[in-house]
């Protein structure tokens, strides 16, 4: 949770607002369908379960989201989230502003 809340901290730096985070699948999956957001960022891992019904969820809403784990790196993880950016644990605050800049922007500019 503490690795969560110091990405929030980062993203509201970069000037974006933020939901949640959610720490646990049922809360998240139960939140998404109220929420009005350009992007997610989704732990692999929210407290011991993968979050892989999440992130479905969230790509069924043709919602862009980046995966942060610490399991990134898996062959088997890195084939199930093919296409899908991802961030690995202990992530780097430059690399996450590339990511989100790159994923999220697109769609920011769309809003407007």
């Known amino acids: 949770m503490l690795l969560a809340m110091d990405m929030e901290?980062?993203?509201i730096a970069l000037g974006y607002r933020v939901e949640g985070p959610f720490s646990r699948v049922d809360r998240a999956l139960h939140a998404i369908p109220s929420l009005h957001i350009i992007g997610a960022v989704v732990d692999?891992?929210?407290n011991g379960e993968f979050s892989f019904p999440v992130i479905e969820a969230l790509q069924q809403?043709?919602?862009p989201l980046i995966v942060c784990s610490g399991y990134a790196e898996l062959p088997e993880?890195?084939?199930r989230l093919a296409g899908t950016p991802l961030i690995a644990k202990p992530w780097s605050p430059a690399r996450l502003e590339r990511l989100v800049t790159e994923v999220f922007q697109p769609v920011r500019r769309k809003a407007i």
């Open 9 to 11: 901290d980062h993203l």
């Open 44 to 46: 692999l891992n929210l």
């Open 61 to 63: 809403r043709d919602i």
């Open 77 to 79: 993880l890195k084939t």
